[in-house]
């Protein structure tokens, strides 16, 4: 069953692969929503553990409707470019691969009925004795070979030491609109690198961007540390202030959302034409980087009393671009490119239109522009590309040598523009 499993997994989520990508975060039931991954007791953090620690994630999600049923995961180990290993679960976990998700409560006094779950892990059933990226896929019960979604993270060790710093490109050209990543690795004290062009991989992320995760080449080794720096993967298109929407009073709208209305048991929400801020000027807003955060007004208990809406987006331009798609990326829509975040052209509209059901709350979020046959998403096309934009990068370093069974993450750290 458990090769079965990995198939599955493997099937619904390998298409569109962007450098470090083999198996994704995807959702195969349209009834699940809003699923949150993160470290328990630290709101809108990476899924991201350091091993032997007291840290835990914390798993939600909901599901539509008011029948609750029985659901359970499976934790699977994953080499650095994503894809499963092939190893004995002993070697990865202490306890078991699969646990049952033990919590749930129903939602109070909304329109749209669901029943929200969640579940910490490790836990008393299961704790981690390896480092590395994983993969947690669940399933329900009664249908224990369906994945209902798959979310990834990563538990790490120290084992190395990562310094990196952002800065402008070489020479003038795209010096106003590029970001450059450089990074600078050392071993723990008396050790060293063998080898570190066949052992070791060093990755980038920019922001959430499953798109933009690359894995950088070595540039030069200085004595006993390893150097990252001014090679085309390093440099990034800075791209822009997130756009945000915020639902979290569904009778009053507000800031982007031009108005809300009640259709039967939905609420549809109408957010503002989308804008080209290609051309605009720079200006600086706090902001959420893509992520989200679930809030109701005049609610006690937003995670189980907020509604879900109908957000529609409308994007206008005189013709369709026949070179490739727009798709609206952000934690609350998904950072993949699939059909349930493109937008679609609508002649008698002469606009682009995207309708997402989210639950309340407020959600941050940029255009890409996909074009025919590229990876990467460009930001360019729509929001902009500025040096200044505020990014945040996550950078992971994978080992493994001949005496290593799998794929170790043995340092990651986070720096911001």
Request: charged fraction near 25%; glycine fraction near 6%; charge should be negative.
């Amino acid at each position: 069953m458990k090769k079965t499993l990995v198939a599955l997994v493997i099937l619904l989520s390998v298409s569109g692969i962007a450098f470090c990508q083999k198996v994704k975060d995807t959702v195969c039931n349209p009834a699940v929503k809003t699923i949150i991954l993160t470290r328990e007791g630290v709101e809108l953090s990476q899924p991201i553990l350091r091993l032997g620690s007291d840290d835990r994630l914390l798993l939600q999600f909901d599901v539509l409707g008011d029948e609750s049923r029985y659901y359970s995961y499976r934790i699977h180990h994953c080499s650095h470019d994503w894809q499963v290993d092939d190893i004995a679960v002993s070697e990865y976990l202490n306890g078991f691969e699969t646990s049952s998700i033990g919590n749930s409560r129903n939602s109070f006094t909304t329109r749209q009925p669901y029943v929200h779950y969640w579940e910490t892990i490790p836990n008393d059933m299961t704790t981690f004795n390896a480092s590395g990226n994983y993969l947690l896929t669940v399933f329900d019960d009664e249908e224990p070979d369906k994945v209902v979604f798959a979310r990834r993270f990563y538990v790490y060790e120290v084992q190395a030491n990562l310094q990196a710093e952002v800065g402008q490109v070489l020479g003038s050209e795209g010096k106003d609109r590029n970001q450059n990543v450089s990074v600078y690795v050392t071993p723990p004290k008396g050790q060293y690198f063998n080898n570190p062009t066949l052992y070791y991989h060093l990755y980038v992320r920019q922001n959430g961007r499953t798109d933009l995760c690359r894995e950088l080449p070595l540039h030069s080794v200085k004595g006993n540390e390893l150097h990252y720096k001014w090679k085309d993967e390093n440099v990034f298109g800075g791209g822009n202030v997130f756009r945000y929407f915020d639902i979290s009073n569904i009778n009053v709208p507000m800031y982007t959302t031009a108005r809300i209305e009640v259709f039967g048991d939905d609420y549809i929400a109408y957010l503002k034409p989308e804008e080209d801020r290609s051309r605009k000027n720079y200006v600086h807003r706090e902001g959420l980087n893509g992520q989200f955060k679930i809030s109701a007004e005049n609610r006690y208990d937003a995670t189980v009393e907020a509604d879900y809406v109908w957000v529609n987006f409308a994007l206008p331009m005189e013709v369709p671009r026949m070179d490739g798609l727009f798709y609206a990326v952000g934690d609350g829509m998904g950072w993949n490119f699939t059909d349930d975040n493109m937008f679609q052209w609508q002649p008698n509209m002469k606009a682009y239109t995207l309708r997402l059901r989210v639950k309340q709350g407020y959600y941050s979020y940029q255009i890409v522009f996909v074009p025919v046959g590229e990876r990467e998403g460009r930001t360019s096309t729509l929001e902009g590309d500025f040096f200044e934009a505020k990014n945040e990068y996550y950078l992971f370093l994978y080992q493994h040598t001949p005496a290593d069974r799998f794929d170790r993450l043995i340092g990651t750290v986070l720096v911001k523009s």
